[in-house]
């Protein structure tokens, strides 16, 4: 596969559907507590995404090149060339409010001042 080395774990078929109770052993394992009706949605939105990796699985990818994206993508890099910057007196003097030769700001995330 290109170079590529994928690991793979196989577990066996997935059963047809998954149980209510595989659910709830998934959850308990997460640590969460889950109400009858979040179980129910839970146990069919993960029976929704399993059936949709059953398709994917039984797709015919021989052939097939490995991608990490579907279209060809390039950097647009410009050479790192100095440039002469903003003056720094000129750039503060246009600040609202300056501290210690530098931009003052409120405080961020309830920190103090």
């Known amino acids: 596969m290109n170079g590529v080395t994928v690991a793979t774990a196989y577990v ?3 059963p047809e559907r998954i149980s209510r109770e595989d659910v709830a052993r998934i959850a308990q394992l997460a640590r969460l507590t889950l109400g009858d009706d979040e179980l129910d949605r839970f146990t069919s939105q993960l029976g929704d995404i399993l059936d949709h990796a059953r398709d994917l699985a039984a797709l015919d990818l ?4 490995a991608t990490a994206h579907p279209f060809p993508l390039r950097n647009v890099m410009r050479d790192d060339v100095a440039t002469p910057s903003l003056d720094r007196d000129e750039v503060l ?14 405080p961020v995330l309830g920190e103090p001042a």
């Open 62 to 65: 021989d052939g097939v090149a």
């Open 12 to 14: 066996g078929p997935m």
């Open 93 to 106: 003097a246009a600040a609202p409010e300056i501290e210690s030769h530098m931009f003052a700001v409120p």
